[in-house]
């Protein structure tokens, strides 16, 4: 078959002209959750060519001191959950203990640990261009009792 049938072809531009509104309609209202129907704006933007570049991570200190870092892993919470509740967890740091317990559950024979903390590592950049140096801020820290 060479050509498509008036019928075929009536319903393939119905279809497309549905998706394309859908698609409008998200990029216009949408929010990253109807994603690929709506806006993705994790990458859509960028910093300013000479504003710190933010790193975070989860770390943690062990009753023998040792800091272990805290990730998908060791614990099963991935770090974009982190940091998607960063401010959860600034206006409450007991929430960090569920970090702790995960942890616990992965490593049963592991030392207690008594600290887990949100630390962001800021990248110095000069231009667009790392500059090699960096800044740690703990933004959240929980201690266990």
């Known amino acids: 078959m060479d050509a498509l049938t008036r019928r075929?072809?009536?319903?393939?531009?119905?279809?497309?002209?549905?998706?394309g509104a859908v698609l409008l309609a998200g990029t216009?209202?949408?929010?990253?959750?109807?994603?690929?129907?709506?806006?993705?704006r994790m990458y859509a933007g960028s910093n300013p060519p000479n504003d710190p570049a933010p790193d975070t991570r989860v770390e943690a200190v062990d009753r023998t001191g040792a800091v272990i870092p805290l990730n998908q892993d060791n614990t099963g919470i991935r770090r974009a959950e982190i940091e998607g509740q960063q401010?959860?967890?600034?206006?409450?740091?007991?929430?960090?203990?569920?970090?702790a317990d995960a942890y616990a559950?992965?490593?049963?024979?592991?030392?207690?640990l008594v600290e887990v903390r949100i630390?962001?590592?800021?990248?110095?950049v000069r231009d667009g261009r790392p500059t090699g140096t960096f800044v740690d801020e703990t933004t959240v820290s929980w201690r266990a009792s």
């Open 87 to 99: 401010s959860r967890y600034a206006a409450d740091p007991a929430l960090l203990r569920q970090v």
């Open 8 to 19: 075929g072809r009536t319903l393939r531009v119905g279809i497309t002209a549905v998706v």
């Open 119 to 124: 630390v962001v590592r800021w990248y110095g």
């Open 28 to 40: 216009l209202w949408g929010q990253d959750d109807h994603f690929p129907f709506g806006p993705f």
């Open 105 to 112: 559950d992965r490593h049963p024979g592991s030392p207690e």
